[in-house]
């Protein structure tokens, strides 16, 4: 079975931390997505990749970087963690062309305290 | 811009009471239009894919329709474990012709159906 896995559920984060969530996908996608969800504003584009190395910004990257060093793999980082950025942080991947649209990872609550 | 308006918010059912759920877009030249489910606390899963208006797609108790402008989800008899956030998205050209299979999502209607 096809997956994307999101190395975390629950995280617990302290306000000024560097955090790091990863996702990892084994279909061989080409584009991986870093997305956002909370009530009443849905689904937000964070960052997005087509290719390793690249990266594109999407519709919120303050606060946020990426990295993909790796066709696999695709980190979200938090620079100094802020309690705005609490949230469900959902990874995606697709092909290259969006066929099919995306497949999402089970999400990592993040609280930030 | 493109722009994916979900309605209602939300909607109470009664297991066995048909509706459906709309999707309004605007987008500048439509490549896929689809429609996932969404558990709490889990990521979105995939239901369809609609292309070009007047397409149709069916699974269990769901069916989506596709016009120039919209999007309906039709559910037939439901049952409580039809209980979910529903998600309508589009994916579109962008200005330069690579809009390398971004979505853009609605913000969801939350579907409860009671037994």
């Known amino acids: 079975d096809v997956k994307v896995t999101q190395s975390s559920r629950y995280l617990v984060k302290r306000t000024g931390e560097k955090v790091f969530l990863e996702c990892v996908q084994d279909?061989?996608?080409?584009?991986m997505f870093w997305y956002r969800q909370d009530p009443g504003l849905g689904l937000r584009l964070i960052y997005f990749s087509y290719d390793v190395k690249m990266k594109e910004k999407g519709d919120i990257p303050e606060g946020y970087s990426v990295s993909r060093e790796k066709k696999e793999r695709f980190s979200l980082i938090l620079e100094s963690a802020s309690t705005n950025q609490t949230s469900m942080y959902l990874c995606?991947?697709?092909?290259?062309?969006?066929?099919?649209?995306?497949?999402f990872g089970s999400g990592t609550r993040l609280t930030v305290v | 811009e493109d722009q994916v308006t979900q309605s209602p918010e939300a909607l109470r059912l009664q297991e066995g009471e048909s509706s459906s759920l709309n999707c309004s877009y605007t987008v500048s030249g439509l490549r896929g239009l689809f429609w996932y489910r969404q558990d709490p606390g889990k990521g979105p899963e995939f239901l369809f894919t609609l292309y070009s208006a007047g397409e149709e797609k069916e699974k269990e108790r769901l069916k989506a329709t596709l016009t120039k402008k919209e999007s309906f989800l039709h559910i037939t008899a439901p049952k409580p474990e039809d209980s979910a956030t529903y998600l309508c998205?589009?994916?579109?050209?962008?200005?330069?012709?690579?809009?390398?299979?971004?979505?853009?999502f609605g913000q969801g209607t939350i579907l409860t159906v009671h037994p």
């Open positions: 995606a991947s697709s092909l290259a062309t969006g066929g099919n649209g995306y497949t």
């Open positions: 279909m061989d996608h080409e584009n």
């Open positions: 998205a589009v994916r579109s050209h962008d200005a330069g012709g690579t809009s390398y299979g971004k979505l853009t």
